[in-house]
């Protein structure tokens, strides 16, 4: 063996210190570096979270205490430095009251081990503030006491069990509970994705209804359980499957299940109404109330088109509407026959004897359209804004031998010929007077703009005043109708203005039979509107016994949550 020398050793143990100080100071440096990636996720996390909280009220900024109180609370630090900015459009406006975005930047000082001259840690988050919306867009369809309703209890009575008899129970009991009902809470949607989802789940009317009651908070549940499970309820909804679609215009990319709140009294008024879409009734003369023997020859069959719209939506950057609903809840379609000769006095006996007036009306009617343009979350949130633009939906309608479409809410309303009023009012020979007519109206308003205050805003009502009146009755008795009379004179024809055609009448006796067109013309349009004015009375009583007003379209606001924000960087 060879003796090692000290210089060898000496020699050895410097390359060793120098390894081992090399090792130590690459890893303080590896060490400052992680630190550094600490802070920078640290930073960005804090800066998140003051971002979402500010987009809660961001009518509150540009301060924003409450989300500077959430980020002390979370570790900002003294020597950092937390900016507020309020952004419309991507850009920075200090008008926090129109902006729904906002910019949180967190610069903090960065002082790592063994790093020398690092520079500050930034991050940046933009959050939006996206509160979730909940209303019903409806007419006063059901909500009365359908006990004295006949029109309403034959559309809806058990036709095959199908249908609800609503005189049997309390029904105003239901859609007036207090119940809130999460909609993703249901059972029956239990397995669904995303909230989006919602609107093809085909669902039984009654376990809907049933799932509801025992998924909802606050309110009497175990009374509403009690009124549901009566018979007249039961049976009848267990019969009715529908896709929540039927009853919900759903617009809510993004939401969590927590935000889909409704009232159980109005998704039941919604199901329950879908449970008689598409049924028809025919009121008796007896089932009129108001009509006198003298519209005998009046009839009317009226069908429900669709129920009440839930809508719910959330508000999202360049989203426009936020949420929007529509409902048509009516079609009917009237045959006015005869009338009795003794019961108009003279008018009757005319119409009856000389005109042999059969003309058919189609209508839509009742509902409306309403979209939420905007909401402003404030803090305290009675102080918040929900503007709505709301549009009756008052009536369509079509005065022809037929048409399309009435009782329909997709396609549109397509008239059909024009009524024939008479074949031979007075002959010359074998040449009739024919008087036909036809006219489409719609009854229509411009859109009203309503804005609601306060966390849960109220009913909003609209009424339009109409030009022609506020009732069916003065707006057909002054309808502008487009009477036609077609004369055959043998060889020729005349078109009831006094220019005949050539034939083997000669033009004396052309002249004779278009001055009587012409009169006839005039006599039609003269007695045609107190006939129509009768009719619209007719449909008005009808109409009001289904709790329709036509100038009036019912929104309800279920609630406003602006508990919501989404980070958008």
């Given at each position: ?8 050793q ?85 008008d ?125 549940q ?40 409704v ?98 009306l ?14 402003t ?37 397509v ?38 205050e ?48 050539g ?26 509107g ?9 449909l ?27 980070l958008?960087?």
């Amino acid at each position: 063996m060879y003796p090692i020398l000290k210089k060898q050793q000496h020699g050895a143990v410097t390359v060793l210190t120098g390894f081992v100080l090399a090792v130590a100071v690459g890893a303080l440096g590896v060490l400052g570096v992680g630190q550094t990636v600490w802070m920078k996720q640290n930073s960005q996390a804090l800066a998140d979270m003051a971002a979402l909280t500010a987009a809660r009220q961001v009518s509150d900024g540009p301060d924003f205490t409450e989300a500077l109180n959430v980020a002390t609370a979370n570790g900002l630090q003294q020597e950092d430095t937390l900016v507020f900015e309020c952004l419309i459009d991507n850009q920075v406006t200090n008008d926090c009251t129109e902006a729904i975005t906002v910019r949180a930047t967190l610069t903090r000082p960065n002082n790592p081990y063994f790093l020398l001259n690092a520079a500050p840690i930034t991050a940046i988050a933009e959050a939006t503030t996206a509160p979730v919306v909940a209303g019903l867009v409806s007419t006063r369809l059901l909500e009365l006491n359908t006990g004295k309703s006949p029109v309403l209890d034959g559309i809806l009575t058990a036709a095959g069990g199908g249908a609800v008899v609503v005189s049997g129970v309390d029904y105003r009991a239901l859609v007036q509970s207090d119940v809130v009902v999460n909609l993703l809470d249901l059972d029956a949607a239990a397995n669904i994705a995303s909230p989006n989802e919602l609107a093809d789940v085909q669902v039984e009317a009654y376990e809907l209804l049933r799932d509801a009651i025992a998924k909802g908070r606050l309110g009497n549940q175990n009374a509403a359980l009690q009124l549901l499970n009566q018979d007249a309820l039961k049976v009848p909804l267990q019969n009715v499957d529908l896709q929540l679609g039927d009853i919900m215009d759903l617009d809510v990319d993004g939401a969590s299940s927590k935000f889909l709140n409704v009232n159980l009294g109005e998704l039941a008024h919604a199901v329950i109404l879908r449970s008689g879409q598409g049924k028809t009734v025919t009121p008796s003369s007896t089932s009129l109330l108001g009509i006198s023997s003298e519209l005998i020859g009046v009839s009317a069959d009226i069908t429900i088109l669709q129920p009440p719209k839930l809508f719910i939506g959330r508000k999202l950057p360049m989203k426009s509407p936020i949420a929007k609903g529509k409902t048509a809840q009516v079609g009917v379609n009237v045959t006015i026959g005869a009338l009795p000769a003794g019961g108009l006095g003279q008018m009757g006996g005319l119409l009856t004897n000389v005109l042999g007036i059969n003309i058919n009306l189609q209508m839509r009617a009742g509902g409306g359209e309403v979209e939420v343009e905007n909401v402003t979350c404030r803090l305290p949130r009675t102080e918040n804004d929900t503007t709505l633009k709301i549009k009756p939906v008052l009536a369509e309608v079509c005065i022809a031998q037929s048409s399309t479409g009435y009782n329909t809410v997709s396609d549109p309303l397509v008239c059909g010929a024009p009524a024939k009023l008479v074949d031979t009012m007075t002959k010359q020979g074998n040449n009739p007077i024919t008087v036909t007519l036809g006219a489409k109206v719609t009854m229509s308003s411009g859109n009203t703009t309503e804005v609601l205050e306060g966390a849960f805003p109220p009913v909003a009502h609209t009424t339009v005043p109409l030009s022609l009146g506020q009732s069916l009755e003065n707006f057909l008795e002054n309808v502008d109708i487009n009477s036609q009379v077609a004369v055959e004179t043998g060889g020729g024809g005349g078109n009831g203005n006094g220019n005949g055609g050539g034939g083997g009448l000669g033009g004396l006796l052309d002249g004779i039979i278009n001055g009587i067109a012409y009169n006839v013309l005039e006599s039609v349009k003269l007695l045609l509107g107190p006939v129509l004015g009768i009719v619209g009375y007719t449909l008005d009583n009808i109409l009001g016994q289904l709790g329709i007003n036509l100038n009036q379209v019912e929104v309800t606001m279920l609630g406003v949550d602006c508990s919501s924000s989404v980070l958008t960087r």
